[in-house]
Each structure stands twice: as structure tokens, then as C-alpha cells.
């Protein structure tokens, strides 16, 4: 069986334009997906697949699981797996799409350009020794989270379909096997910088530099060193993103710079998981047994994949390798700093503090100290802080907490606007509910084990409007009950 690519009977709304396909051939290998046997359209994103110019009601059956499986590949696609590498835990090794295929670049209504990629299709030159194929559960696991981070007003690819294909594939066990059609702005990563880089093609490496300024960053074509100027924006965009992760407390669980889309987009969802408890040393990564990528190293693991983007541009940001480092130096340099400004403003936006003063940043850092001191639990405590009033659960009844609050009560009555004003800000931008760990794994296996796709639609409605507070009844807001067994969370591959 191979898949068919005549042109759909129904128009389907796809507009593709295959720009990263015009790239040197080195960047990718051009093949289809692998077909399967019975695919199964199971969870479908009706409302993205209109702002991408599609027909949800086209696809919403036998043609988009058709589509979604790789089984029929609509007209104007031009499916190719991309090549890149990347330091997996600090060590470098050459990668590429081993289970992943880029079928096109569709453009939507308002003309913006956007990656539709399969994530499960089978293999590839670069699958090494794998099949190519994805289970079930960690595909709909990238589904709820990317869809949570995007209703937050994160940057992320999303999640437009998951088909289950009909066939199994053996991990420890065997499972159910599915592909997960995602979105991004583009897959362009830091990985495939070093690919380039490791050729030693300098011809190769510019022309993905202009492509990536071209796709990402047009504005600096005109600037009088563009590549450095292409190294300072994607370091802004990354300390923007990582800032706007610390600020809900997810902990992406697996930055390696393969993981680092240069677009400023969160990517690849292994073991991501959301914090409950604060503790900045939180990891839920089954693999990550030294902590490289806890929930407070992420803002270092960061710096550190831009110096490692930083090295593959030397050669273009100027001839003489010595002052290519230095400025490369000085620019990376700058991460920390901008990544605390991003932070420090959300936190104030999250205290509803609407001017600066110089204390602000220790204020914050006392109250994540109170909360790691006491357990408190991250979400609700910002959330619960905006009722105006010290409030009820006991955690805010200690002698420590007590004393914060009534600095934090002085410091907002030092701002021209009234209280009500604050609290109002706050509950903007401190989510009611956020993906929690058990709820998640709770839909995950209603679906896995018993084909029951309500308990994650219904968690999806929820996470859908994560400002608002949900019935106390739904419980959606609570933590998990305590449990003797650590939460692990699995890359999934």
C-alpha cells in the first residue's frame, strides 16, 4: 500500500508553499510517510484547523484520518524528513526526523506560514534503529499540554489531530499506535544549526541563516551584521519563553538544543509536566537522574543551548574568529539579564504590581522561599493571593507568610491604582487551572485503556479558559492527593 497523492475529491482548504524544501538538499530527505492499516481519526482540532484556512467539516472523518495518517497525501504537499543534530544531555550527536514528516507549509487565511508535520509515520534515513512509530499516549499526552500552553498565551506548536493507525508497537510492551499532526511556525532548531555546522559547508550554513532570518526574522535582512543581530533576537525570543514556562511552573523535562525551536515556539513534549509543590529543583523526567533540566536550571539549560547555537554562526558573524567570539560572548552574555527582566515583570504582573520599585525582586524571592519552606503549592497560591484578603488554607496562617503579606499589602497601596485593580490584573494572568499531572494521566488512560475520549475532551474544555474558575465540584484546580510514589513522567519515543 502506498499512499495515494491525487488531489482530494473536496476541497480540503490545504494551500501549500514548500519553502523549506528549496533549501540545499543536505537538510532533508525527501520521502513519503509510511501508510497504515486502519487509521481512526480519534481527537481532532476543529477550531485550529480553521484559522489554518481548513475545512473542519472536510476532515473531520474518513478523509482526515486518511490525511492525518499519511494514507492520502493532499495535493501541493511535499513531504520530507528534516535533518538536524543536537547535544542530547550535553553530548552532541547527529539526529534528524526518525519518526517525523514534514508534509508541508500550509498558509493560512492571514498569510502566515505554518509546519504541518506527522509525528509517528513511520520511518525515515535518520530512524537509526527505530520504527518510526509513536504510541498512543504520549501523542495525546502532546496534545493536552500544547494546546494548555497555547490557551495560556504561550508560544508552542500545537496539536491539530491524533490518529490511532490500527497496528501496535513494541516498547516494554506492546501499544496501541497513533500519529499526532502538529503545527509550529517552523521546525528550524538549534539542532539544525550544529548540523550544519558539523558538515562544514559554510555555503550550506548561511543559506539556512538567511532562510531562518528570511522565515523568522525579516526585519534584520537590512541590519549591517544580520547574523549576530539573527543570534540576539532568537536569544531574546528564548528568554521570553522560558521566563513565560517559570511563571506556571512547567518544567519541559528534556531541553536538549535539538528541543529549541528557533521560532521562540515550546516543542517536543516528552516528559513535560507541570510543578505542584514549589521546589526549584522539581524533575519528573524518568531520564533525568542528575536534575540538568529541573524546573530552576531551565533559564541556564537555555543560555547554555544559545552559546551552543552561538558557536555554528561564528564563521558568518565575522571573518576573524576571535572577534566572532567576542561578539558572540557579549551577546549570550546578555541572556541572563533579559531573561530576569521577563521573569520579574511577570512576576509583578502576577502580584498585580503595576510600577517598579527597586525591592521587587527580593519581594518575590521571599515569597518562593515562604512557598518552597511550606510546600505551598505554586498555582493556587498565586491564584488564591488575588482575593484582596489573607486567605483561609492554612498555609498562609504561618508567621512567615503572615509577615510577607503585609509587605506585599504596603507595597500595592504604594501604586496610584486601587486594589481592586490589582487583584483584577492577577487573575488574568494567574491560571485558575493548569494541566495537572494526575488529571492528565487520568485522561491519558481512559483513552488508552478504554478508548473513552470524554474525560480528556472534558479536561481540554477546562484547560480551554484557564482563567476562569472552574466549578469547586469539577475539582480541576486541586493538586494530586498525596502518594507515597514520586510522579515520573516517560519521553514517550
Known amino acids: 500500500m502506498t499512499p495515494s497523492s491525487k488531489p482530494n475529491h473536496v476541497d480540503a482548504g490545504w494551500r501549500f508553499d514548500n519553502s523549506y524544501g528549496r533549501l540545499p538538499a543536505a537538510f ?9 492499516r486502519t487509521p481512526k481519526l480519534v481527537v ?5 484547523a480553521h484559522a489554518l484556512g481548513l475545512d473542519p467539516d472536510v476532515l473531520k472523518g474518513d478523509e482526515g484520518a486518511a490525511v492525518f495518517a499519511g494514507n492520502r497525501i493532499p495535493g501541493g504537499a511535499e513531504p520530507l524528513a528534516q535533518a538536524y543534530a543536537g547535544h542530547q544531555f550535553g553530548f552532541f550527536t547527529m539526529l534528524g526526523d526518525g519518526r517525523a514528516i514534514l508534509l508541508g507549509e500550509q498558509v493560512t487565511p492571514r498569510g502566515e ?23 498512543l499516549g504520549p501523542m495525546l499526552r502532546e496534545y493536552i499540554i500544547s494546546e494548555a500552553l497555547h490557551a495560556l498565551g504561550i508560544p508552542t506548536t500545537r496539536s491539530l489531530a491524533v490518529v490511532t493507525t490500527g497496528e501496535q508497537v513494541f516498547r516494554e510492551t506492546a ?26 559547508n559554510t555555503d550550506e550554513l548561511r543559506a539556512l541563516a538567511d532562510y531562518t532570518i528570511q522565515r523568522h526574522f525579516p526585519d534584520l535582512s537590512a541590519d ?12 531574546a525570543r528564548q528568554a521570553s519563553l522560558v521566563a513565560q514556562w517559570m511563571l506556571v511552573g512547567f518544567i519541559h523535562g528534556v531541553m536538549n538544543t535539538d528541543n ?24 519528573f523526567s524518568s531520564i533525568d537522574h542528575n536534575g540538568r533540566y529541573a524546573y ?20 558568518l558573524i565575522h571573518e576573524d574568529s576571535q572577534e566572532a567570539i567576542s561578539m558572540a560572548t557579549t551577546a549570550v552574555s546578555g541572556f541572563a539579564d533579559t531573561f530576569r527582566q521577563d521573569w520579574l515583570s511577570g512576576m509583578r504582573t502576577k502580584l498585580g504590581l503595576q510600577n517598579q520599585e527597586a525591592d521587587d525582586h527580593a519581594l518575590v524571592q521571599d515569597l518562593l522561599a515562604c512557598m518552597q519552606r511550606h510546600g505551598a503549592d505554586f498555582t493556587n497560591t498565586f491564584r488564591d493571593l488575588a482575593s484582596g484578603s489573607l486567605p483561609e488554607a492554612s498555609i498562609f496562617q504561618t508567621q512567615d507568610f503572615k509577615q510577607w503579606f503585609e509587605r506585599w499589602q504596603a507595597r500595592l497601596k504604594r501604586q496610584p491604582d486601587s486594589l481592586e485593580v490589582s487583584c483584577r490584573l492577577m487573575n488574568t494572568h494567574n491560571p485558575a487551572i493548569i494541566p495537572r499531572n494526575h488529571r492528565v494521566e487520568e485522561a491519558l488512560a481512559a483513552a488508552v485503556e478504554r478508548a473513552d475520549y470524554a474525560v480528556m475532551q472534558n479536561l481540554l474544555d477546562y484547560l480551554g479558559t484557564p482563567f476562569q474558575d472552574p466549578p469547586e465540584e469539577a475539582g480541576y484546580h486541586l493538586p494530586a492527593p498525596p502518594s507515597a510514589q514520586p510522579y515520573r513522567t516517560f519521553c514517550g519515543t
Open 224 to 235: 549591517d551584521n544580520p547574523y549576530l543581530a539573527l543570534l540576539e533576537a532568537v536569544m
Open 44 to 48: 481532532f482540532n476543529a477550531a485550529l
Open 260 to 283: 529549541m525551536a528557533l521560532g521562540g515556539e515550546t516543542i517536543d513534549y516528552g516528559p513535560c509536566a507541570f510543578m505542584d509543590a514549589y521546589d526549584p529543583n522539581t524533575v
Open 175 to 200: 501499544l496501541a499506535g497513533a500519529i499526532l499532526t502538529r503545527t509550529a511556525a517552523s521546525h528550524i532548531r538549534v539542532g539544525t544549526f550544529e548540523y550544519a555546522a558539523a558538515r562544514g
Open 296 to 315: 530552576g536550571r531551565q533559564p541556564q539549560i537555555a543560555q547554555w543551548n544559545l552559546a551552543r547555537f552561538a558557536e555554528t554562526l561564528l564563521p
Open 28 to 36: 532533508y530527505a525527501r520521502l513519503n510517510p509510511v501508510p497504515v
Open 113 to 135: 506560514r505554518v509546519d504541518i508535520q506527522f509525528k509517528g509515520s513511520g520511518r525515515t534515513p535518520f530512524s537509526r534503529q527505530g520504527d518510526g512509530r509513536a504510541a
